[in-house]
C-alpha cells in the first residue's frame, strides 16, 4: 500500500500479551492450565487481571478480594497476589523477541507494544502470526496483535483481536478501508484510544456513540470544541498517521513512589522508615534516566474508608542543590516530615515525589548556587553498581528498613522464578 507520493503508507502493529498477569502465574504452573486464575493488586485488594476462565465466571476487573473470596473458593478459582519482578522479567523476553523480528519497536506498557511493519513483504498478517508463534515458543506467553496504518487504528485492531479472537486467531489487519469501517462502527466510542469515559457525555451530545461516527467529525472542529489530542485522534482514526513510534522511553517529567502500606502506621519512626524507602527507590529512577531533582514532595494520609480520625497533608521540601543523592534527598524528607506529622492517627499511605527534574548537562545553573559536589556521584554510582551485581537493596541507606512490618501486603506471593536464585522453578524427576 503506498501514498500519493508513491511510498509506503506507514503500518503499524500493536502486540499485547493475552491477560498478562494470570498467563505469567500458569506459565510457571502448568496444572492450572484450565482453572480460573486472578491476580490481586497492592495489598492484595482488587482483582487486576484474569484469566479467561476467571472471565467466564462473570469476575470483573477492580472488584474488592475481600467481597469476593468466598465466591473464588466456592469456584476453585486461584488467587496470586501481584508479582510485579516476575511480569516484568517475562515481559522483557517478550519485548526482546518482538523487537527482533520488526524495524522498531516501542515499549507501550508493561505488556504492550507498538512496532513499525512499514516496508515488511505481505502479507503482513501472516508475518503478524509468525511473530506470535516465535513468541509462543521462545516465552510461553501468547499476544494479540492489530495491524493499521496509524497507531490509533492499531490499538483498534488489537481491541477487535480479543473480542474475536476465536475468529481471528488473535491477529487482524486493519489496513483496508472496509475493514476500518466495519470495525469502528461497532467499536463504543470509550473504547477508542484517548478517549474513555470522561470524554463519552460530551460525545454522546453531538450523537456520537461509536469510533465510526467520531471519525467523521471534522478535525479541525473538534480541535476548537475539545483540544488538539482528540483531533489527532479523529486523524488517525480516518487513517492519517499522527503518532510516531516513540524508540526510546522519554524521560519522566516527575518520578513518584507511592504505596498503602501492609498495615496502619501510629509512630513517626515507622513512618519515616517507609518514607526513606520511597526515596531510595525514587532516587534510583532518577539516576537511572541521569536526572536531578530540585524539589521534593512528601505526603501521609490516614484511610478515609471506615471509621476513625481522618487526616492528610503534604509538603514540598527544599533541596540545597538539584540533586540525586538519595543520602540528601531522604534528609530533606525526613525534615518535611516532621513538619506534617500528627500523633493521634493511624496512617495508611505515604508518598513521595520528585519535582522539577532537569537532565543532567542540559541545564546551566546560576554562577554562585552550589552544585553536587563530585564525591556525591563516585558514591552513588557505587551504589548502583553494587545492587546492579548483587540485587536491589544490597546496599541501602541505614534508614531504609531491611524487613519492615508495614510492608505491602501479599500472602499470595509467587515465587521470582526468574530472578531470585533461591526461588528456580523446580522439576521433579517421575
Given at each position: 500500500?503506498?501514498?500519493?507520493?508513491?511510498?509506503?503508507?506507514?503500518?503499524?502493529?500493536?502486540?499485547?500479551?493475552?491477560?498478562?498477569?494470570?498467563?505469567?502465574?500458569?506459565?510457571?504452573?502448568?496444572?492450572?492450565?484450565?482453572?480460573?486464575?486472578?491476580?490481586?493488586?497492592?495489598n492484595d485488594g482488587c482483582i487486576?487481571?484474569?484469566?479467561?476462565?476467571?472471565?467466564?465466571?462473570?469476575?470483573?476487573?477492580?472488584?474488592?478480594?475481600?467481597?469476593?473470596?468466598?465466591?473464588?473458593?466456592?469456584?476453585?478459582?486461584?488467587?496470586?497476589?501481584?508479582?510485579?519482578?516476575?511480569?516484568?522479567?517475562?515481559?522483557?523476553?517478550?519485548?526482546?523477541?518482538?523487537?527482533?523480528?520488526?524495524?522498531?519497536?516501542?515499549?507501550?506498557?508493561?505488556?504492550?507494544?507498538?512496532?513499525?511493519?512499514?516496508?515488511?513483504?505481505?502479507?503482513?498478517?501472516?508475518?503478524?502470526?509468525?511473530?506470535?508463534?516465535?513468541?509462543?515458543?521462545?516465552?510461553?506467553?501468547?499476544?494479540?496483535?492489530?495491524?493499521?496504518?496509524?497507531?490509533?487504528?492499531?490499538?483498534?485492531?488489537?481491541?477487535?483481536?480479543?473480542?474475536?479472537?476465536?475468529?481471528?486467531?488473535?491477529?487482524?489487519?486493519?489496513?483496508?478501508?472496509?475493514?476500518?469501517?466495519?470495525?469502528?462502527?461497532?467499536?463504543?466510542?470509550?473504547?477508542?484510544?484517548?478517549?474513555?469515559?470522561?470524554?463519552?457525555?460530551?460525545?454522546?451530545?453531538?450523537?456520537?456513540?461509536?469510533?465510526?461516527?467520531?471519525?467523521?467529525?471534522?478535525?479541525?472542529?473538534?480541535?476548537?470544541?475539545?483540544?488538539?489530542?482528540?483531533?489527532?485522534?479523529?486523524?488517525?482514526?480516518?487513517?492519517?498517521?499522527?503518532?510516531?513510534?516513540?524508540?526510546?522511553?522519554?524521560?519522566?517529567?516527575?518520578?513518584?513512589?507511592?504505596?498503602?502500606?501492609?498495615?496502619?502506621?501510629?509512630?513517626?519512626?515507622?513512618?519515616?522508615?517507609?518514607?526513606?524507602?520511597?526515596?531510595?527507590?525514587?532516587?534510583?529512577?532518577?539516576?537511572?534516566?541521569?536526572?536531578?531533582?530540585?524539589?521534593?514532595?512528601?505526603?501521609?494520609?490516614?484511610?478515609?474508608?471506615?471509621?476513625?480520625?481522618?487526616?492528610?497533608r503534604s509538603i514540598v521540601c527544599?533541596?540545597?542543590?538539584?540533586?540525586?543523592?538519595?543520602?540528601?534527598?531522604?534528609?530533606?524528607?525526613?525534615?518535611?516530615?516532621?513538619?506534617?506529622?500528627?500523633?493521634?492517627?493511624?496512617?495508611?499511605?505515604?508518598?513521595?515525589?520528585?519535582?522539577?527534574?532537569?537532565?543532567?548537562?542540559?541545564?546551566?545553573?546560576?554562577?554562585?548556587?552550589?552544585?553536587?559536589?563530585?564525591?556525591?556521584?563516585?558514591v552513588m554510582a557505587v551504589l548502583?553498581?553494587?545492587?546492579?551485581?548483587?540485587?536491589?537493596?544490597?546496599?541501602?541507606?541505614?534508614?531504609?528498613?531491611?524487613?519492615?512490618?508495614?510492608?505491602?501486603?501479599?500472602?499470595?506471593?509467587?515465587?521470582?522464578?526468574?530472578?531470585?536464585?533461591?526461588?528456580?522453578?523446580?522439576?521433579?524427576?517421575?
Amino acid at each position: 500500500m503506498v501514498d500519493v507520493a508513491g511510498k509506503p503508507r506507514p503500518s503499524f502493529a500493536l502486540i499485547d500479551c493475552n491477560n498478562c498477569f494470570a498467563s505469567v502465574e500458569v506459565l510457571f504452573r502448568p496444572e492450572l492450565r484450565g482453572r480460573p486464575v486472578v491476580v490481586l493488586s497492592n495489598n492484595d485488594g482488587c482483582i487486576i487481571a484474569r484469566s479467561q476462565e476467571a472471565k467466564a465466571l462473570g469476575l470483573k476487573m477492580g472488584e474488592p478480594y475481600f467481597k469476593v473470596r468466598a465466591f473464588l473458593e466456592e469456584h476453585g478459582v486461584v488467587s496470586f497476589s501481584s508479582n510485579y519482578t516476575l511480569y516484568g522479567e517475562v515481559t522483557a523476553r517478550v519485548q526482546d523477541t518482538i523487537a527482533g523480528m520488526v524495524p522498531s519497536v516501542e515499549k507501550y506498557s508493561i505488556d504492550e507494544s507498538f512496532a513499525d511493519l512499514t516496508g515488511l513483504p505481505e502479507p503482513l498478517a501472516e508475518y503478524c502470526r509468525c511473530i506470535q508463534s516465535r513468541v509462543l515458543k521462545w516465552t510461553g506467553m501468547r499476544v494479540g496483535i492489530g495491524i493499521g496504518h496509524t497507531k490509533t487504528l492499531a490499538k483498534a485492531a488489537q481491541h477487535a483481536s480479543k473480542v474475536w479472537r476465536d475468529k481471528t486467531g488473535g491477529v487482524v489487519d486493519l489496513r483496508s478501508p472496509h475493514a476500518s469501517e466495519w470495525l469502528l462502527k461497532r467499536m463504543p466510542v470509550e473504547e477508542v484510544w484517548g478517549v474513555g469515559r470522561r470524554l463519552k457525555a460530551r460525545l454522546a451530545d453531538e450523537r456520537v456513540q461509536n469510533a465510526w461516527q467520531l471519525s467523521q467529525l471534522d478535525p479541525a472542529g473538534v480541535k476548537r470544541r475539545y483540544n488538539v489530542v482528540l483531533e489527532r485522534t479523529v486523524r488517525e482514526l480516518r487513517g492519517e498517521s499522527c503518532l510516531d513510534l516513540e524508540e526510546a522511553e522519554p524521560d519522566k517529567q516527575s518520578i513518584c513512589c507511592s504505596r498503602m502500606f501492609g498495615e496502619r502506621i501510629t509512630t513517626l519512626a515507622a513512618i519515616k522508615a517507609a518514607v526513606a524507602t520511597y526515596v531510595d527507590r525514587a532516587a534510583g529512577k532518577l539516576r537511572k534516566q541521569s536526572s536531578l531533582a530540585g524539589h521534593l514532595q512528601v505526603g501521609i494520609q490516614t484511610s478515609f474508608h471506615g471509621e476513625g480520625a481522618k487526616y492528610a497533608r503534604s509538603i514540598v521540601c527544599a533541596l540545597p542543590y538539584p540533586t540525586d543523592d538519595v543520602r540528601v534527598l531522604t534528609a530533606s524528607a525526613m525534615r518535611g516530615l516532621e513538619e506534617i506529622f500528627r500523633v493521634g492517627f493511624k496512617y495508611s499511605k505515604a508518598e513521595v515525589l520528585l519535582m522539577d527534574l532537569r537532565k543532567r548537562g542540559e541545564f546551566t545553573a546560576d554562577l554562585f548556587s552550589p552544585e553536587q559536589p563530585p564525591a556525591a556521584d563516585s558514591v552513588m554510582a557505587v551504589l548502583d553498581q553494587i545492587n546492579a551485581k548483587w540485587g536491589r537493596g544490597t546496599l541501602r541507606p541505614a534508614a531504609v528498613a531491611a524487613d519492615p512490618r508495614w510492608a505491602m501486603r501479599r500472602s499470595l506471593l509467587s515465587p521470582s522464578y526468574l530472578t531470585d536464585i533461591n526461588q528456580l522453578w523446580k522439576v521433579k524427576a517421575i
